[in-house]
């Protein structure tokens, strides 16, 4: 067959390229290797992580929360069969309408695992080593990423897992230990503690999700305490070992002081590699880089009618950042000029309570010497949040200390990451802390926060504090 | 022995001048003859050669405006004997001579707490009012004495506002205000000591309470994110785009409209769509600019001006200049142009008719004797009128030659203002534009103006007969206190007789 575009990976990245091409006129494929499309985040990620986030937070509402709500029940049991089992439901649902999108944008679907015979053709190989190729004008690599493992403990999938497994786990885990207190880690973790688990978190740093703003690992610190989960900060794990009914990990301080931790299932979320397997890059003239493709400013690859997005490239491993990252490319070989704010693309941590932030760190002011000021205001002091009972986090604003402009905005508490939309909008627009306080931010939401914090930030003046 | 160096007599009408730039320095070694200085006129720019040769002491600063007589240097002619030693050696004396002065003419820094008030300075005779054109120095910044603050304009010239103290500027006019003489220009807090002892600003301490909410801010040019697309697509910096949204942000729209601006520009399309923008600028008109919208509405005010027009058939002189414009560059290495005709036509008709060359001065009329044509031509600085002087003596070569000469030194920005004063009738060419027809406006004191138009082939009847011929129309503005409607009328049909039958040129009938 021949295309105008074809795409590597149906991951969000790649299936938004696909339609946004489409949209545009152009006759286009997507390669996906497995059966599924909607790669890691609609079936091993994103999509059922969130399923069983909701799922564990309903249990534990119902066990901890109804009895002050006034609803009394018998105390509840995890049936986790049955919550596998839904957010399975959750995640065919949305497979199912991605190949209805594609269907609908007449985009062509082919099975198999893609690799370059040339910058112009591709050899699609199907499960039973059924060849097939297409000849291509254009090319999206949107391949994505696998878990990385510990060099010295391969996931053995049984005691020794990735996130993928710890999706489809038959048993609620004694004891979890889970090597990374990154955000998949923290994720999962809480999940599992939710639903009785003890749960110990092993993290090399000093400090949980590293890259946010300080603020927000001491705060989710807190509260993920307060949920009974411990934590090994500052540790390097030395070894995992699978000791068929349970796991054995080793790790030391920076002294040198070692811990042994025992448990049952060992989660290992230490991040993720891009996964390139197979490509044929090499038939291309594409060399990776640290394991990513190396692209310019506008994702194309050193071939020039090879572009690559996502997780494949550069920059932070988000969805959503490879979902603008595909419409910038297709709209591009449409002749169109797009361009991405990357500073703008928010990052979540589905915890609960969330944590979500967009622009600059406290960390990163500091170290860039711009002077700045924050303003801050906790859950705490706001109607909505004690009325649900949600009243962990806070919501902290940095702003230009001259001109007011604001430059961060970092939350954790309940709906997070629904409300860093607003923040999100406002720094496209360049808005001044002063500017956001003084938009009318209907009464009574978590919202009300966020123009809280901006009357810190503007002149230390919140009204409920 | 001193000489003393005063403002020539450029021109009639000029009583005063500029002094636009010094070329030598106080206390410089100057040939005689050597260009010491630029002078700048509301006409024109000259060169001051130095008559002797000596040592240069200036008088008259760079922007102040001297009338005519008045010394503006002297030459220090007893050290012309010592021009063979190095120049080394007149400077340091010179220095020294500058240096007695300076501490006694300008008053030392007084005890803090005074405030020196700036006042516009009296710049020059004319000159009631002027403009601030650009601050050099922000409010609240510190200031030297004679450290130059201010950038200030006139309607003749541009020059610079030095502090009249040491000490804290306090900004009273802010730029483009215009103030008469005497007016406030700023204050001094008066200050003693270094800069850095006084420059701490008192504003450091507050904190910024109020964020900035004014129409301009630090977003001010930030496109949206659907604007900025729009703009890179359509090749357009931001910073070429006024944003009207919030703190001047570029919206979507003004995006959008700065693409069909463009296009507008790009192709002079006779079918304007609706969605053109509707933006207006608003600048301060230079002092130069501002001069010329008062005269005219002075001649128009001032003079009872009316115009009369005819046509002229090009037809004979085109043929009489075809026939022998080879010969004519030949023999006078000049080309034949239209210019000479219309030139020798005004000179011959202005002896017929002498109130079109005459002017009204108070009560009298002025007549001449002689025809000193002005001729307007566009220069890259504009337009200017230099003068054909007795014009009515010249052969068509000798116009020929005066015209070319007078336009390569208006091109190139040479004209004196000798060269462009007296004249006593005026010729224009619209024509040159495409004009078909206009209604000159007097060139003040004179009392007409011929204005000539392009030439085109229109149908006209001659002897009954419908047949085409190269036709230009003329007009004739004049001022009707002095000239009458039958001198003028008969003024103007008899240049075009003439210009019909050009023999009647030579016979001067």
Same mark, same amino acid.
């Given at each position: 067959?021949?295309?105008?575009?074809?795409?590597?990976?149906?991951?969000?990245?790649?299936?938004?390229?696909?339609?946004?091409?489409?949209?545009?006129?152009?006759?286009?494929?997507?390669?996906?290797?497995?059966?599924? @499309?909607?790669?890691?985040?609609l079936?091993?990620?994103?999509?059922?992580?969130?399923?069983?986030?909701?799922?564990?937070?309903?249990?534990?509402?119902?066990?901890?929360?109804?009895?002050?709500?006034?609803?009394?029940?018998?105390?509840?049991?995890?049936?986790?069969?049955?919550? &596998?089992?839904?957010?399975?439901?959750?995640?065919?649902?949305?497979?199912?309408?991605?190949?209805?999108?594609?269907?609908?944008?007449?985009?062509?679907v082919?099975?198999?695992?893609?690799?370059?015979?040339?910058?112009?053709?591709?050899?699609?190989?199907?499960?039973?080593?059924?060849?097939?190729?297409?000849?291509?004008?254009?090319?999206? &690599?949107?391949?994505?990423?696998?878990?990385t493992?510990?060099?010295?403990?391969?996931?053995?999938?049984?005691?020794?897992?990735?996130?993928?497994?710890?999706?489809?786990?038959?048993?609620?885990?004694?004891?979890?230990?889970?090597?990374?207190?990154g955000?998949?880690?923290?994720?999962?973790?809480?999940?599992?503690?939710?639903?009785?688990?003890?749960?110990?978190?092993?993290?090399?740093?000093?400090?949980? &999700?590293?890259?946010?703003?300080?603020?927000?690992?001491?705060?989710?610190?807190?509260?993920?305490?307060?949920?009974?989960?411990?934590?090994?900060?500052?540790?390097?794990?030395? %070894?995992?070992?699978?000791?068929?009914k349970?796991?054995?990990?080793?790790?030391?301080?920076?002294?040198?002081?070692?811990?042994?931790?025992?448990?049952?299932?060992?989660?290992?979320?230490?991040?993720?590699?891009?996964?390139?397997?197979?490509?044929?890059?090499?038939?291309?003239?594409?060399?990776?880089?640290?394991?990513?493709?190396?692209?310019?400013?506008h994702?194309?690859?050193?071939?020039?009618?090879?572009?690559?997005?996502?997780?494949v490239?550069?920059?932070?491993? @988000? /969805?959503?950042?490879?979902?603008?990252?595909?419409?910038?490319?297709?709209?591009?070989?449409?002749?169109?000029?797009?361009? &991405?704010?990357?500073?703008?693309?928010p990052?979540?941590?589905?915890?609960?309570?969330?944590?979500?932030?967009?622009g600059?760190?406290?960390?990163?002011?500091?170290? %860039?010497?711009?002077?700045?000021?924050?303003?801050?205001?906790?859950?705490? /002091?706001?109607?909505?949040?004690?009325?649900?009972?949600?009243?962990?986090?806070?919501?902290?604003?940095?702003?230009?200390?001259?001109?007011?402009?604001?430059?961060?905005?970092?939350?954790?508490?309940?709906?997070?990451?629904?409300?860093?939309?607003?923040?999100?909008?406002?720094?496209?627009?360049?808005?001044?802390?002063?500017?956001v306080?003084?938009?009318?931010?209907?009464?009574?939401?978590?919202?009300?926060?966020?123009?809280?914090?901006?009357?810190?930030?503007?002149?230390?003046?919140?009204?409920?504090? | 022995?001193?000489?003393?160096?005063?403002?020539?007599?450029?021109?009639?009408?000029?009583?005063?001048?500029?002094?636009?730039?010094?070329?030598?320095?106080?206390?410089?070694?100057v040939?005689?003859?050597?260009?010491?200085?630029?002078?700048?006129?509301?006409?024109?720019?000259?060169?001051?050669?130095?008559?002797?040769?000596?040592?240069?002491?200036?008088?008259?600063?760079e922007?102040?405006? *001297?009338?005519?007589?008045?010394?503006?240097?002297?030459i220090?002619?007893?050290?012309?004997?010592?021009?063979?030693?190095?120049?080394?050696?007149?400077?340091?004396?010179?220095?020294?001579?500058?240096?007695?002065?300076?501490?006694?003419?300008?008053?030392?820094?007084?005890?803090?707490?005074?405030?020196?008030?700036?006042?516009?300075?009296? *710049?020059?005779?004319?000159?009631?009012?002027?403009?601030?054109?650009?601050?050099?120095?922000?409010?609240?910044?510190?200031?030297?004495?004679?450290?130059?603050?201010?950038? *200030?304009?006139?309607?003749?010239?541009?020059?610079?506002?030095?502090?009249?103290?040491?000490?804290?500027?306090?900004?009273?006019?802010?730029?483009?205000?215009?103030?008469?003489?005497?007016?406030?220009?700023?204050?001094?807090?008066?200050?003693?000591?270094t800069?850095?002892?006084?420059?701490?600003?008192?504003?450091?301490t507050?904190?910024?309470?109020?964020?900035?909410?004014?129409?301009?801010?630090?977003?001010?040019?930030?496109?949206?994110?659907?604007?900025?697309?729009?703009?890179?697509e359509?090749?357009?910096?931001?910073?070429?785009?006024?944003?009207?949204?919030?703190?001047?942000?570029?919206?979507?729209?003004?995006?959008?409209?700065?693409?069909?601006?463009?296009?507008?520009?790009?192709?002079?399309?006779?079918?304007?769509?609706?969605?053109?923008?509707?933006?207006?600028?608003?600048?301060?008109?230079?002092?130069?600019?501002?001069?010329?919208?008062?005269?005219?509405?002075?001649?128009?005010?001032?003079?009872?001006?009316?115009?009369?027009?005819?046509?002229?058939?090009?037809?004979?002189?085109?043929?009489?200049?075809?026939?022998?414009?080879?010969?004519?560059?030949?023999?006078?290495?000049?080309?034949?142009?239209?210019?000479?005709?219309?030139?020798?036509?005004?000179?011959?008709?202005?002896q017929?008719?002498?109130?079109?060359?005459?002017?009204?001065?108070?009560?009298?009329?002025?007549y001449?004797?002689?025809?000193?044509?002005?001729i307007?031509?566009s220069?890259?600085?504009?337009?200017?009128?230099?003068v054909?002087?007795?014009?009515?003596?010249?052969?068509?070569?000798?116009?020929?030659?005066?015209?070319?000469?007078?336009?390569?030194?208006?091109?190139?920005?040479?004209?004196?203002?000798?060269?462009?004063?007296?004249?006593?009738?005026?010729?224009?060419?619209?024509?040159?534009?495409?004009?078909?027809?206009?209604?000159?406006?007097l060139n003040?004191?004179?009392?007409?103006?011929?204005?000539?138009?392009?030439?085109?082939?229109?149908?006209?009847?001659?002897?009954?007969?419908?047949?085409?011929?190269?036709?230009?129309?003329?007009?004739?503005?004049?001022?009707?206190?002095?000239?009458?409607?039958?001198?003028?009328?008969?003024?103007?049909?008899?240049?075009?007789?003439?210009?019909?039958?050009?023999?009647?040129?030579?016979?001067?009938?």
């Amino acid at each position: 067959m021949q295309y105008n575009v074809t795409i590597i990976g149906s991951g969000p990245g790649g299936y938004v390229a696909a339609i946004r091409c489409a949209q545009l006129g152009f006759k286009t494929a997507i390669i996906e290797k497995y059966d599924v @499309l909607g790669g890691t985040c609609l079936n091993v990620g994103c999509i059922p992580s969130k399923a069983l986030l909701d799922s564990s937070e309903h249990f534990i509402n119902a066990k901890e929360n109804f009895k002050e709500h006034g609803i009394d029940i018998t105390a509840p049991k995890v049936n986790i069969k049955q919550m &596998i089992t839904r957010k399975a439901d959750v995640v065919k649902q949305n497979v199912a309408g991605i190949a209805y999108l594609m269907k609908k944008n007449k985009i062509d679907v082919h099975t198999g695992v893609g690799s370059f015979v040339d910058k112009n053709t591709i050899k699609i190989t199907g499960k039973e080593g059924k060849e097939s190729t297409v000849t291509t004008e254009k090319v999206i &690599i949107a391949t994505g990423s696998k878990p990385t493992p510990l060099p010295f403990a391969s996931f053995d999938k049984k005691r020794i897992i990735s996130s993928t497994e710890a999706l489809e786990l038959k048993e609620v885990p004694k004891h979890l230990i889970v090597v990374g207190g990154g955000v998949i880690g923290m994720e999962l973790g809480s999940v599992y503690a939710r639903l009785g688990s003890k749960v110990t978190v092993v993290e090399f740093l000093d400090s949980l &999700i590293p890259t946010m703003d300080g603020t927000m690992g001491k705060e989710l610190l807190k509260v993920t305490k307060k949920l009974g989960m411990q934590f090994y900060l500052g540790h390097k794990v030395t %070894s995992i070992e699978n000791k068929g009914k349970e796991v054995v990990l080793k790790a030391e301080d920076k002294s040198g002081k070692s811990i042994e931790l025992k448990g049952d299932y060992c989660l290992v979320s230490i991040g993720r590699r891009p996964y390139t397997e197979g490509l044929g890059l090499d038939k291309v003239g594409i060399e990776l880089d640290k394991g990513k493709i190396p692209v310019d400013d506008h994702l194309k690859t050193k071939a020039d009618n090879i572009y690559a997005i996502g997780d494949v490239v550069r920059g932070a491993m @988000l /969805a959503h950042k490879a979902e603008e990252e595909g419409v910038m490319v297709a709209e591009q070989m449409a002749g169109q000029k797009p361009h &991405i704010n990357y500073l703008l693309i928010p990052g979540v941590v589905y915890t609960w309570p969330e944590v979500a932030s967009v622009g600059y760190t406290e960390e990163q002011l500091k170290e %860039s010497g711009k002077a700045y000021k924050t303003g801050s205001f906790p859950y705490k /002091a706001l109607g909505r949040a004690r009325a649900s009972m949600d009243v962990d986090g806070l919501v902290k604003i940095l702003a230009d200390k001259q001109t007011d402009e604001i430059l961060g905005v970092h939350i954790i508490g309940a709906r997070a990451a629904d409300m860093i939309a607003a923040g999100v909008t406002a720094m496209e627009f360049r808005a001044s802390a002063e500017d956001v306080a003084r938009m009318s931010h209907a009464h009574p939401t978590y919202m009300e926060a966020v123009k809280e914090a901006c009357l810190a930030a503007t002149a230390n003046r919140p009204i409920h504090m | 022995m001193s000489e003393k160096v005063k403002v020539p007599t450029v021109g009639e009408s000029i009583t005063e001048v500029t002094i636009a730039t010094w070329l030598k320095k106080d206390g410089d070694q100057v040939a005689m003859d050597e260009v010491i200085a630029e002078l700048e006129s509301d006409k024109a720019t000259f060169e001051l050669p130095a008559p002797k040769a000596g040592i240069l002491k200036i008088v008259k600063q760079e922007g102040e405006t *001297v009338p005519v007589g008045e010394v503006i240097c002297e030459i220090d002619t007893d050290a012309a004997s010592k021009t063979t030693t190095p120049k080394e050696e007149p400077k340091s004396k010179a220095s020294k001579e500058e240096s007695k002065p300076t501490p006694s003419a300008s008053s030392g820094p007084k005890a803090t707490g005074e405030v020196k008030e700036m006042k516009v300075p009296a *710049v020059g005779e004319s000159i009631t009012e002027v403009t601030i054109s650009t601050w050099l120095k922000k409010e609240g910044d510190f200031v030297a004495l004679d450290e130059v603050i201010a950038e *200030v304009e006139s309607d003749k010239a541009t020059f610079e506002l030095p502090a009249e103290a040491q000490g804290i500027l306090k900004i009273v006019a802010q730029e483009g205000t215009t103030l008469p003489i005497g007016g406030l220009i700023c204050k001094i807090e008066v200050a003693e000591g270094t800069p850095e002892a006084t420059t701490s600003r008192p504003t450091e301490t507050a904190p910024s309470q109020s964020a900035p909410s004014g129409d301009k801010s630090y977003a001010a040019g930030h496109p949206s994110s659907a604007a900025g697309k729009i703009l890179s697509e359509k090749g357009i910096s931001p910073d070429q785009v006024s944003g009207t949204g919030v703190g001047g942000r570029i919206t979507k729209e003004d995006a959008v409209n700065a693409q069909a601006g463009q296009q507008k520009a790009e192709s002079a399309a006779p079918a304007p769509t609706p969605s053109g923008t509707r933006e207006e600028t608003r600048e301060k008109m230079s002092s130069i600019r501002r001069t010329i919208a008062r005269r005219l509405v002075t001649v128009k005010n001032e003079t009872a001006m009316l115009t009369t027009f005819n046509e002229v058939d090009m037809k004979p002189v085109m043929d009489l200049r075809s026939r022998y414009k080879d010969k004519f560059k030949e023999k006078y290495d000049v080309g034949l142009g239209f210019m000479s005709f219309f030139t020798k036509a005004v000179c011959v008709a202005l002896q017929e008719f002498p109130a079109v060359n005459a002017y009204i001065d108070g009560d009298d009329a002025v007549y001449h004797n002689y025809c000193d044509i002005s001729i307007a031509v566009s220069t890259p600085r504009g337009l200017v009128v230099p003068v054909i002087r007795s014009a009515e003596l010249m052969s068509m070569a000798e116009i020929e030659k005066e015209v070319m000469r007078l336009a390569l030194r208006g091109r190139d920005g040479k004209l004196s203002i000798e060269e462009m004063t007296g004249g006593t009738f005026s010729i224009t060419n619209g024509g040159v534009f495409g004009s078909m027809l206009s209604t000159p406006i007097l060139n003040p004191p004179q009392s007409a103006i011929l204005g000539m138009h392009n030439i085109v082939q229109r149908p006209v009847a001659i002897e009954g007969e419908v047949v085409i011929r190269p036709i230009m129309y003329l007009a004739l503005s004049y001022d009707h206190r002095i000239v009458d409607g039958k001198e003028a009328v008969s003024f103007l049909v008899k240049i075009k007789e003439m210009l019909e039958d050009p023999g009647r040129l030579i016979l001067g009938v």
